[in-house]
């Protein structure tokens, strides 16, 4: 039986990061199975059928990593426990800028 709150389909955010130079192919690191990027922000449990042509909003909260720094940012739809659809395409990276607050 599946446990419908890890399964579904959810927009998902997750970030690789810190660095000083962006990596050459970011697109790859985020497809390694046991890579950098780490989660960070789920939304919008999802099961059943969403028909062609029809839409959905999500509401994204998202919590910046405590290390300040440059990072890229990946957000895109992920079928949990299967793949995140960009395993199939790129999905919307980002740059992302984490500052200090003192």
Excluded at 43 to 58: H, K, N, T, W, Y
Excluded at 72 to 98: A, K, N, P, T, Y
Aim: glycine share 10%; net charge neutral; charged share 25%.
């Amino acid at each position: 039986m599946t446990d419908s709150r890890t399964a579904g389909v959810r927009l998902g955010a997750r970030v690789i990061g810190p660095f000083i130079a962006p990596p050459a192919d970011p697109v790859a690191l985020f497809r390694l199975p046991s890579g950098p990027a780490v989660d960070i922000a789920r939304a919008g449990l999802e099961s059943g059928v969403m028909p062609q042509g029809s839409a959905r909003d999500f509401e994204l909260r998202l919590r910046a990593p405590r290390r300040p720094g440059r990072y890229l940012l990946q957000i895109d739809m992920v079928d949990e426990r299967v793949h995140w659809f960009s395993d199939l395409g790129c999905g919307l990276i980002v740059e992302l800028e984490v500052v200090s607050n003192q």
